[in-house]
């Protein structure tokens, strides 16, 4: 007796049929072969007036591929990860451009100093000059020029030359204030690095828009493909029941036999327990679905339910034809595929990284200017506490010796890191060549398969009916009833599955060769 779990694992495992071994399936339904499209027809109605057909029948209301597609991408986490490198990246564009600005900066201080004094010859207390009056306040000294327009001098505040009679000191205020602000301009910056800085950044935001689109349309491709995977387990189910119900009735027919002399105990015992064994296959059929109903559940975030078919599995998907030879869409999946747009944007702001970094090999030259209010502003002598402004501006050429070394290390590691850009781009054309091929020949094998699979199940279909009639009049044997039921079984699981091969291969062909992109995915910064 031949298991039914072991029947639908391994018609679930095994692949179809060769496509070198079955005709092809655009000359089985040419014009010229009318009555071959007559009959597959034909087998399709009988396969949909199945219970297996039935079964699969969409509901309204139902769960559909795209739904599922588009209820996954609005809850994936991956995407929005993608979405995240986006707003990373343009912000470091904002970054880069901010840095090139000129940089103004403000300071306000203030500053309790210790006692000093300048002394002019001689010890503390000697020497004087006049002034006011003991215990009057002292009068601020300023310098001028001196009375006749020759040299400067010490002024009172009348103007008068002071009359100092050496040694005298000349004490520091111990309190000082400042507000200054001070401006400084990269004018080697500018000319150097801004524009390769600024194009680095916009070719990494790029990169990571694509990444994101390219996200976006796995993101959608993995939902069908587990859409198909959960319809798997539906119509497997719906297989395994139908064939106990069908055993049950054997057992039935066995048991009668038995009764009339006909069978023997041994083969009631043996159609008993290929019921138990479909009983098995069920509980697994059925944890199947589950396992596959949690994963729909959890790519689109929703509860756990028990979801109904919205979509007609048996109608084969929008025809692709005329598509072109095999090595022209490999061409067009390299040329529109967003994974290697990407990198190659991501290599281009490598690149231009690179150039950025290159500027450091050369002097910086910088324009500043400064300004100060200070009190008391250190320009002016002598000290005094008075709030004076004062300002500079001017140039500055600078190099570290260093720098060139640190430069030249840096643009070592930034030419490795686009090499290897490069190496993965390479890596990921060779591997979208091979999943074009695979996708493209799927395709085709499960195209050949499903006329065959739908002959082989009308037949088997019309075998099984032929025994059961034979067995139920004695003329057939128990082993010619379960091998006909097994062969009934595959059949049906091989039907369904040729239809669901042919869905997944041209979801897998559309998603290779890049048909499935966003038509507002990234596009170049100029």
């Not at 071959?36 to 034909?42: G, I």
């Not at 959960?230 to 057992?251: F, H, M």
Request: charge should be neutral.
């Amino acid at each position: 007796m031949i298991a039914i779990t072991t029947l639908l694992a391994a018609v679930l495992a095994a692949p179809p049929p060769p496509a070198s071994a079955v005709p092809d399936p655009r000359a089985a339904v040419s014009a010229s072969d009318a009555e071959v499209v007559v009959d597959l027809a034909e087998l399709d109605k009988i396969l949909r007036e199945s219970p297996l057909g039935k079964g699969l029948a969409p509901v309204p209301g139902g769960l559909t591929v795209n739904a599922v597609a588009e209820r996954t991408e609005s809850a994936s986490p991956s995407l929005q990860i993608k979405q995240e490198a986006i707003e990373r990246a343009a912000a470091k564009v904002d970054q880069a451009i901010i840095s090139f600005l000129p940089q103004i900066g403000v300071k306000a201080s203030y500053s309790r100093l210790s006692k000093a004094a300048i002394n002019f010859g001689g010890g503390a207390g000697v020497g004087a000059l006049n002034g006011p009056p003991d215990g009057q306040p002292a009068a601020p000294i300023v310098v001028g020029d001196c009375p006749g327009g020759v040299g400067q001098c010490a002024l009172d505040p009348a103007g008068d030359p002071l009359v100092i009679t050496p040694p005298f000191k000349i004490q520091i205020p111990l309190n000082s204030y400042s507000l200054s602000a001070n401006l400084s301009v990269p004018i080697s910056d500018y000319i150097l690095s801004l524009a390769p800085a600024r194009k680095g950044t916009l070719a990494a935001r790029d990169a990571a828009t694509y990444a994101r689109d390219a996200e976006r349309v796995k993101v959608q491709t993995d939902a069908r493909l587990a859409y198909y995977n959960w319809l798997r387990g539906v119509a497997s189910l719906l297989v395994i029941e139908d064939s106990l119900q069908r055993t049950q009735s054997r057992l039935v027919d066995a048991q009668n036999l038995f009764d009339a002399g006909s069978a023997t105990r041994a083969d009631v015992l043996r159609v008993d327990a290929l019921v138990s064994s479909q009983q098995a296959a069920i509980a697994d059929a059925q944890a199947y679905r589950k396992v596959a109903e949690r994963n729909l559940a959890v790519l689109m975030n929703e509860p756990l339910r028990s979801y109904d078919v919205g979509e007609d599995i048996l109608t084969p998907p929008p025809s692709l034809d005329p598509l072109p030879d095999l090595d022209d869409l490999i061409a067009e999946a390299q040329s529109n595929r967003l994974e290697i747009r990407s990198l190659e944007r991501a290599v281009d702001g490598m690149h231009q990284n690179i150039r950025a970094t290159r500027a450091q090999y050369y002097p910086r030259l910088d324009a500043f200017a400064d300004a100060l209010y200070a009190n008391p502003n250190q320009r002016f002598f002598p000290l005094a506490p008075v709030w004076r402004g004062s300002w500079s501006v001017g140039v500055q050429l600078s190099y570290t010796i260093n720098q060139s070394l640190r430069t030249k290390a840096q643009v070592r590691e930034l030419k490795t890191n686009k090499r290897e850009l490069a190496l993965q781009a390479e890596q990921m054309r060779r591997g979208i060549a091979m999943e074009v091929a695979q996708a493209y020949h799927d395709r085709e094998r499960a195209l050949s398969a499903i006329q065959l699979t739908t002959r082989s199940l009308a037949t088997y279909i019309e075998a099984y009916r032929v025994a059961s009639e034979n067995y139920k009049q004695g003329a057939a044997t128990t082993n010619e009833i379960i091998a006909a039921e097994g062969e009934q079984v595959q059949a049906a699981l091989r039907a369904v599955n040729s239809r669901i091969d042919l869905h997944v291969a041209t979801t897998r062909l559309l998603y290779a060769t890049g048909r499935l992109n966003p038509k507002s995915g990234g596009t170049r910064s100029q």
